[in-house]
């Protein structure tokens, strides 16, 4: 069955750097691109990366350019979300996402996964 679920959240301070996984079912991984959202409380879902299956070429939110980097592994199917020079504004539950097409809409990604908090204290 297809499943995602993230982990490596966590609490760091302004500057620091945090490192997310997001471990898929070996069809929803092989079969999609993957992508990486985010929502902070009161805020709408906002995209933040994306990584596509036969080339891996990249995509990112202005907002994360130059500070986050997308990757996968497919041998372990998964999908990683390196975050450096964080800052408070990145705090938000961070959600992996694996859809059929490369786009920054979140409406056109099947799965989901749980999410994982990562806040950032100035």
């Known amino acids: 069955q297809a499943q995602l679920v993230e982990s490596g959240g966590g609490l760091v301070q302004a500057g620091g750097s945090l490192r997310l996984s997001c471990a898929a079912s070996?069809?929803?991984?092989?079969?999609?691109?993957m992508a990486w959202f985010r929502q902070a409380p009161g805020k709408e879902r906002a995209f933040v990366a994306y990584?596509?299956?036969?080339?891996?070429?990249?995509y990112y939110a202005d907002s994360v350019k130059g500070r986050f980097t997308i990757s996968r592994d497919n041998a372990k199917n998964t999908v990683y979300l390196q975050m450096n020079s964080l800052k408070p504004d990145d705090t938000a539950v961070y959600y992996c996402?694996?859809?059929?097409?490369?786009?920054?809409?979140?409406?056109?990604?099947?799965?989901w996964g749980q999410g994982t908090q990562v806040t950032v204290s100035s």
């Open positions: 996402a694996a859809g059929r097409i490369a786009t920054i809409w979140g409406n056109q990604y099947n799965y």
């Open positions: 070996g069809h929803t991984f092989s079969s999609s691109t």
């Open positions: 990584i596509t299956r036969t080339t891996s070429s990249t």
